[in-house]
């Protein structure tokens, strides 16, 4: 039988390289390509059919929700499994509505990607007991995880501008124009009921998400 082929995105070499050992336990694994290039990814996939893509949510250049729909235009039957060091119960529910096939925490011990990619490869999801209890006691809490008003760009955007980034650089970095930044900003801060950006970085440290 055909080996698996996979593809490891995450910004880090180090966090590629690792996973990469990890996988290569298991012999009906191939890893087909290690990137942080979104644009690398997308090339691959228009040449060949991939089985499986492990991606950091949080990618240079763009987000792991945006690129999660490319792949999904190029490849319907792609599992895409999220990676995450940022808040667990935050992003997972996002990852699910999104449509990925399951989530692991880079805070986790790293053989719980090993154990996704065999499950999201045997043709089930993979998120963990835990995270879902998270989410479900977290889910009347408003204001809170699913309740949260922001979309996923909007969450984007909002990390860049919690670590300092101008309209300007964010708009380079997800290659979207600076009138569409300053209105995501503005829906941002309406939905959100901030008027600062002092109180959007305790937003965002409130949720993990820094």
Do not use: W
Not at 2 to 20: G, L, N, T, W, Y
Not at 29 to 47: A, G, N, P, Q, Y
Not at 66 to 81: A, E, F, G
Not at 113 to 139: C, K, Q, W
């Amino acid at each position: 039988m055909k080996p698996a082929s996979v593809i490891i995105m995450d910004e880090h070499p180090i966090v590629r390289m690792s996973i990469e050992v990890l996988l290569q336990q298991n012999k009906d694994i191939t890893v087909t390509l290690k990137s942080d290039d979104s644009r690398e990814v997308l090339s691959c996939l228009r040449r060949q059919a991939v089985d499986l893509i492990i991606l950091d949510i949080e990618l240079p250049g763009t987000d792991g929700f945006t690129l999660l729909k490319r792949i999904r235009s190029l490849q319907k039957q792609t599992k895409v499994l999220f990676l995450s060091s940022k808040s667990e119960g935050f992003y997972a529910i996002r990852a699910m509505r999104a449509g990925a096939n399951g989530f692991v925490s880079k805070r986790k011990d790293q053989h719980d990607i090993y154990n996704a990619v065999e499950m999201l490869l045997a043709g089930y999801s993979f998120f963990p007991s835990d995270t879902l209890n998270f989410i479900n006691s977290h889910r009347s809490r408003r204001g809170e995880l699913n309740e949260t008003p922001l979309s996923d760009r909007e969450v984007t955007v909002l990390r860049y501008l919690a670590h300092g980034l101008s309209n300007k650089e964010i708009a380079g970095q997800l290659l979207l124009s600076n009138k569409t930044i300053s209105a995501h900003k503005a829906n941002i801060f309406a939905k959100l009921g901030i008027h600062s950006i002092v109180e959007l970085i305790d937003y965002a440290k409130s949720h993990e998400l820094l």
